[in-house]
C-alpha cells in the first residue's frame, strides 16, 4: 500500500476504545486500534487525532441527570483526555512517538493546544492526539474535528465509526430501503441532515472544502485502507474522490 494523503485528522469516538462493552476502556481494543494507527504512519501519512469520551460521560447524558449542562460538558471534556492518554500510551507501545494536546490547560499531563508546536509535531511524524474538544462547552469534538483539520492543514477527515459502513439515506435498522452513499455533496449531507457528523461540524467542513471519509473502524485493516485511497465508506465533499496512488 501507499499512502493517498500526506497528513489525515482521525475522529474517534470514545465508545470505540470500549469495545463491544459500550463503556470505559479497553485495553486490548485500544492496543489493536493503536497498531492500526502507526501503521498508517509507516505509509508515510502524517496523523492527528480527535477523540471523543462518550465512553465516559456525555454532557448531554450528565445534563439528563440533573448537572449543569456546561459542567457536564466539561466533564465530557475532561472524559476526552483520560482517552487521550490511554491512546497514546498504546501509540507509544506500538513504536510510533505520540503526544497529546488538550484545547483545556493540564499541564502536568500533556501540552496545551498551539498550533505551530501541533505542526512541529507532525513534520516530526509524531502521532498527535487533541483532547478536550474545542475547549468550550455546546461544541462537539466533531466541530473539533473540522476545526483542528483545517488549522493543521489535514487533507481528509477519516471520520471512524464503529459497526457503521458509511452514510446512508436514511437508518438502515429501521428502514430496509436505506441505501448507502458512495459519495455525497455537503450540500445534500446538511440539507438532509444524514449524521454524517453535527450539522456546526459539517458546515465548517463546507466552508473549508475538507473532504470526509465515513467508514467503518471495526473492521480491521479499514483505517490504513481508506488512508491508502481505497474506496470504503462514503466520501462526502464537492470533489472527486482522488484515486489510489499508483504501484511503481
Given at each position: ?53 462518550g465512553n465516559i460521560i456525555r454532557g448531554v447524558q450528565a445534563e439528563a441527570q440533573g448537572i449543569d449542562r456546561h ?45 505551530r508546536r501541533a505542526l512541529r509535531h507532525l513534520d516530526k511524524n509524531r502521532v498527535l492526539i487533541f483532547a478536550c ?38 437508518d438502515p435498522k429501521r428502514d430496509p430501503s436505506a441505501r448507502r452513499y458512495e459519495v455525497l455533496s455537503f450540500q ?61
Amino acid at each position: 500500500m501507499k499512502a493517498a494523503f500526506r497528513r489525515v485528522l482521525i475522529k474517534l469516538s470514545g465508545e470505540r476504545l470500549a469495545g463491544e462493552a459500550g463503556f470505559g476502556i479497553r485495553p486490548a481494543v485500544i492496543a489493536d486500534l493503536a497498531r492500526e494507527i502507526v501503521s498508517v504512519q509507516a505509509l508515510g501519512t502524517q496523523v492527528a487525532i480527535v477523540i471523543g469520551g462518550g465512553n465516559i460521560i456525555r454532557g448531554v447524558q450528565a445534563e439528563a441527570q440533573g448537572i449543569d449542562r456546561h459542567t457536564g460538558d466539561y466533564m465530557g471534556m475532561l472524559g476526552t483526555l483520560i482517552n487521550a492518554l490511554a491512546l497514546q500510551d498504546a501509540v507509544e507501545k506500538a513504536g510510533a512517538p505520540s503526544r497529546v494536546q488538550s484545547a483545556l490547560a493540564i499541564q502536568a499531563v500533556c501540552e496545551p493546544y498551539i498550533r505551530r508546536r501541533a505542526l512541529r509535531h507532525l513534520d516530526k511524524n509524531r502521532v498527535l492526539i487533541f483532547a478536550c474538544g474545542t475547549g468550550n462547552p455546546e461544541f462537539t469534538t466533531d466541530t473539533a474535528a473540522a476545526l483542528r483539520a483545517s488549522e493543521v492543514g489535514a487533507e481528509v477527515i477519516l471520520m471512524a465509526k464503529s459497526g457503521v459502513d458509511g452514510v446512508y439515506s436514511a437508518d438502515p435498522k429501521r428502514d430496509p430501503s436505506a441505501r448507502r452513499y458512495e459519495v455525497l455533496s455537503f450540500q445534500r449531507a446538511i440539507q438532509d441532515d444524514l449524521g454524517v457528523m453535527d450539522q456546526t461540524a459539517l458546515s465548517q467542513c463546507k466552508k473549508n472544502q475538507m473532504p470526509i471519509v465515513v467508514f467503518d473502524s471495526g473492521v480491521s485493516g479499514n483505517i490504513r485502507r481508506v488512508a491508502a485511497g481505497e474506496p470504503i465508506g462514503t466520501w462526502v465533499a464537492d470533489v472527486p474522490r482522488p484515486l489510489p496512488p499508483a504501484e511503481p
